[in-house]
């Protein structure tokens, strides 16, 4: 069993029918699970929102061997604030840069065989133009930090990731890659498995409002050893451990932290997540339906308003 392990960074989106293209069409995601929710997150999954939301879970594969990217949607809010906290998420695919020429998304070229996109809402994509490896294509998420030295101090000593990389004292790559199992495989410090990069920007990291959370999974028996260690070393602890239900599936334990840079940090109970995560293979068709079933957008156009923007 894997000690503890990448699962996926949250993106809140305004736009669901915008955001599956980009992430079916262009990148070639599949839809893993779709799951809607009558009342916010305990644990502030959907930000910090009380009313209707959805998650959206999409990945190149199930979650048990793949990095994700959880999308909530909140009913009623249209847009939120980018700020410069999230800096790209990179994965290596000639087929999703294929896609996006194809479809007319707007690349940028901003390397050798690397491309820029956007996800509507802002956020950033960067594409390796290379054939999309068969184990899992994305490589890496990217965050602003205003003191690396310090940051580092906390991902390395504080949560256990190795320094795999370091550039010019403004960049640092770490990951878990020790003790990350893909298909019943150790795999090591070879790039199969979704790194943490850590990038100075010389400056206050400003998460707006459409500020996401990075998640990662330990043994159960763990979280509250890594709550204790946080009081212990005085920091931030968003939500203590608290058990979270999703209606029809398992229930798992989350503690929610908080970096040096106020970055959010999800770790949940590995067992119960895996559970949890199982491919849905109705997700699709689940997520079709609540796209056609929301008719916010006519009410608001009816009425000759505007959605929310947080």
Known sequence: MPLRRALHFVFKVGDRSKTATFYRDVLGMKILRHEEFEEGCKATC?????????????GFGPEDDYFAAELTYNYGVGEYRLGNDFLGLTLQSSQAVSNAKRLGWPLTEVGKALYLA?????????????????????????????????STHYWSSL????????????????GFADTQVRGGTLIGEDGLVCKLELHDIGGTVDHGT??????????????????????????????PLVSLDTPGKATVEVVILADPDAHEICFVGDEAFRQLSQMDPSGNALLDKAMAEDKSDDWFAKHNKQKASA
């Open 159 to 174: 949560l256990g990731m190795k320094v795999i990389e370091r550039h010019e004292e403004k960049t640092v790559l770490m």
């Open 46 to 58: 959907n930000g910090p929102y009380d009313g209707k939301w959805s998650k959206t879970m999409v």
């Open 210 to 239: 459409a500020f996401g959370r990075i998640a990662f999974s330990c043994p159960r028996e763990k979280l509250a050893d890594l709550e204790a260690l946080m009081i212990k070393e005085n920091q931030k602890i968003l939500t």
């Open 118 to 150: 956007e996800a509507p809402g802002g956020y950033r994509f960067y594409l390796v133009d290379k054939e999309q490896p068969p184990n899992d294509p994305v490589q890496k998420v990217c965050l602003a930090v205003s003191d690396l030295q310090k």
